[in-house]
């Protein structure tokens, strides 16, 4: 299925959903609880996962460097500025291009990691528009 940008960001996606509601429940639901933090971490896509650091020649010295994304950590969390209620394809879609999804019982939430621009215009929904 292709869609246009805008016609995805009206067909997909309902309502935003306050902060304060997420923390509460965060805070009251293990099972939510669970499924955020699973879904929050991931894989560095530069050294994939491993953190591994490697060493790097500079100026004839020999040092040490890190990922630049994770720091050598391998892992990195995503950070959420706004959540989303979103159609369960919406958030398969999101997941597989990298977005941050989870789940509140049987909804679909999606944490944006944008904030004071069109939701149309985030790159993720424009990969997802063009069928990624
Ligand atoms: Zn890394």
């Not at 995805?8 to 099972?31: A, G, K, P, Q, R």
């Amino acid at each position: 299925m292709t869609y246009t940008v805008q016609k995805l960001v009206s067909n997909e996606i309902f309502t935003l959903i306050s902060f304060d509601i997420i923390c509460t429940l965060l805070e009251n639901d293990s099972v939510i609880y669970n499924d955020y933090y699973e879904n929050l971490n991931y894989d560095c896509d530069v050294c994939e996962g491993t953190g591994e650091i490697w060493e790097v020649d500079i100026d004839g010295e020999e040092g040490e460097m890190c990922c630049d994304e994770c720091d050598g950590e391998g892992v990195i969390n995503h950070e959420p500025l706004e959540f989303w209620l979103v159609t369960p394809w919406l958030g398969r879609r999101l997941k597989s291009n990298g977005g941050f999804v989870f789940k509140l019982s049987n909804l679909t939430i999606w944490g944006r990691e944008a904030s004071g621009q069109a939701i149309k215009l985030d790159y993720i929904m424009e990969q997802i528009a063009k069928g990624n």
